[in-house]
């Protein structure tokens, strides 16, 4: 089964920059259908950077023009950029990937873009001191 290890979170100040990294294992890694959600203490997790389906980018309106999401096929390894950071950006972040074939989703089951996000990594926290 597939496994999603985020790393790179920490804190920094507003305007900072992070990037966060996210290693796949257990299956070969295919660009669609990856990405990155943030749930802050008290709030649903949401959708933050994906690889759509159609292999596209997708951000939330929020990180519009601040995050980038980048892959290396062969490192199966995903990355999320975050530059321009705000206190409002502070969660924890996780990996997240639509189920592949012979896999079993996992609770939560997210939406975003045109794909059902069902495995999870542990998440790595990110936090910005205004």
């Known amino acids: 089964q597939v496994q999603l290890v985020e790393s790179g979170g920490g804190s920094v100040q507003s305007g900072g920059s992070l990037k966060l990294s996210c290693a796949a294992t257990?299956?070969?890694?295919?660009?669609?259908?990856m990405g990155w959600f943030r749930q802050a203490p008290g709030k649903g997790r949401e959708g933050v950077a994906a690889?759509?389906?159609?292999?596209?980018?997708k951000y939330a309106d929020s990180v519009q023009d601040r995050f980038t999401i980048s892959q290396d096929n062969a490192k199966n390894t995903l990355y999320l950029q975050m530059n321009g950071l705000k206190p409002e950006d502070t969660a924890m972040y996780y990996c997240?990937?639509?189920?592949?074939?012979?896999?079993?989703?996992?609770?939560?089951?997210?939406?975003?873009?045109?794909?059902?996000?069902?495995?999870w990594g542990r998440g790595t926290q990110v936090t910005v001191s205004s």
């Open positions: 690889f759509d389906a159609d292999g596209r980018t």
């Open positions: 257990g299956y070969s890694y295919v660009k669609w259908c």
């Open positions: 997240a990937a639509a189920p592949r074939r012979g896999e079993l989703p996992s609770t939560p089951v997210e939406g975003f873009g045109s794909c059902a996000y069902a495995k």
